[in-house]
């Protein structure tokens, strides 16, 4: 009997139903088209200056107010929608959320403001250049670099201190995402001692936050007086030694942002070290078990919101490394990941989740703070990563 040959496109038709595999490009329409849709409801959610934060255990819709961490996030996800739809409704919602950050710059102290205010007014200020949003840019990077001692050589992260903790200038590796603010500010104000301040706070960073197996302590306490390193922890992880996945996230996408903005050969290095060292030791899927040292894999919580933040950064490494093995890799990964976050187990549909887009993330495990939950940095890297992938060459 003769055989029948098949192309390979209709083999691939046969598997999948006759429809194919979807492509990144009906990915991310897909995507955006839930975002949209999800992130209008979640406004009509929300009354003053309050900002989406979670989903109760009860189910129930749980808003912030603009000083929690995470304030600048639901701002800057309708900032990316609009970027992919330029539907002007995006544009007056996102504008709209961002001037609710506005008293932020009074604040006295706040380690988290390069989240919050990049997010908001970054992203509103590289969307439409309108210069009613630089002086909220410059005036907190002002205030983020003022928490830097020449001493320790690093921003100080939290103030206060925990019960229990014995801590006397604690850093954490969150930190380094807030450097692109700095950064940001820096190139629109023309104060290179915001870069400045920027790069020693990586340096050092570097030098202390890491094992010699690329993973990440949550946490480093220095001496203020003499700049020595007290001691390292991971609050939010399994145990001080474990590797928390966000904090190995932060660690990735923070390495691979200072060298895109400033073009150090060292960020580079330590960024594809972290990368290599997530490579191997991600789940099949991608997404990464809420401590990657947990006892409890496979058994255990996922974190959706570190597989979205090194997504992210994952596409941005790729872009930037010029070993193209290495690009592949990295660019595969993300892929990997894009895939299993738009897949019916992590996106919800339309009018679902409370209007949130992932579900299972972790906060603080260790806390019993949002656990297995939608939180809106999740929703925010992930769309932020589906625009950078569709700029991938
Ligand atoms: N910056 C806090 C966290 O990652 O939970």
């Not at 192309?7 to 088209?33: N, Q, Y």
């Not at 205010?117 to 840019?137: F, H, K, P, Q, W």
């Not at 991600?282 to 894999?297: A, C, H, N, Q, V």
Request: hydrophobic share 40%; aromatic share 12%.
């Amino acid at each position: 009997m003769r055989k029948i040959l098949l192309p390979a496109a209709a083999v691939l038709a046969l598997i999948t139903g006759c429809k194919g595999v979807e492509s990144m490009e009906e990915l991310t329409d897909r995507v955006f088209k839930v975002a949209a849709a999800q992130y209008v409801q979640m406004d009509g959610r929300l009354s003053g200056t309050n900002l989406p934060r979670t989903v109760s255990p009860e189910g129930e819709f749980v808003t912030s107010n603009i000083r929690w961490w995470c304030s600048g996030f639901y701002p800057g996800s309708l900032w990316y929608i609009y970027e992919y739809t330029a539907d002007p409704q995006f544009k007056d919602l996102a504008r709209k959320n961002t001037l609710k950050l506005d008293s932020l710059l009074f604040r006295k102290t706040d380690h988290d403001l390069g989240f919050q205010m990049n997010c908001s007014y970054g992203n509103a200020y590289r969307l439409t250049g309108d210069e009613e949003y630089v002086d909220r840019i410059v005036s907190t990077a002002r205030k983020l670099a003022a928490r830097y001692s020449p001493v320790t050589g690093v921003i100080r992260s939290w103030d206060s201190v925990r019960k229990g903790r014995d801590w006397k200038y604690p850093v954490i590796i969150d930190n380094m995402m807030n450097l692109e603010h700095l950064y940001n500010a820096a190139i629109i104000s023309g104060e290179d001692s915001l870069k400045a301040v920027a790069k020693a706070h990586a340096n050092t960073t570097m030098a202390n936050h890491f094992r010699p197996d690329y993973t990440s302590w949550h946490l480093v306490d220095y001496d203020p007086e003499t700049g020595e390193v007290r001691h390292k922890e991971t609050v939010q992880g399994l145990n001080n030694e474990s590797a928390w996945a966000r904090g190995q996230a932060w660690a990735l996408y923070g390495f691979t942002m200072m060298y895109r903005v400033s073009g150090e050969q060292a960020y580079l290095d330590q960024a594809c070290g972290i990368a290599d060292m997530l490579v191997s030791r991600l789940p099949e899927d991608g997404i990464p078990y809420w401590d990657f040292d947990s006892r409890k894999i496979p058994d255990d919580y996922r974190d959706a919101s570190a597989g979205a933040i090194m997504s992210s950064a994952f596409v941005q490494l790729s872009s930037l490394v010029n070993d193209r093995n290495s690009a592949a890799k990295y660019r595969k990964m993300a892929e990997k990941q894009l895939r299993t976050l738009a897949g019916p187990d992590y996106l919800a549909a339309p009018g679902e989740n409370c209007n949130f887009l992932l579900r299972h993330s972790v906060g603080s495990l260790p806390d019993n703070s949002e656990v297995d939950v939608p939180l809106t940095y999740a929703d925010y890297y992930f769309l932020e990563a589906l625009l950078k992938y569709r700029e991938l060459k």
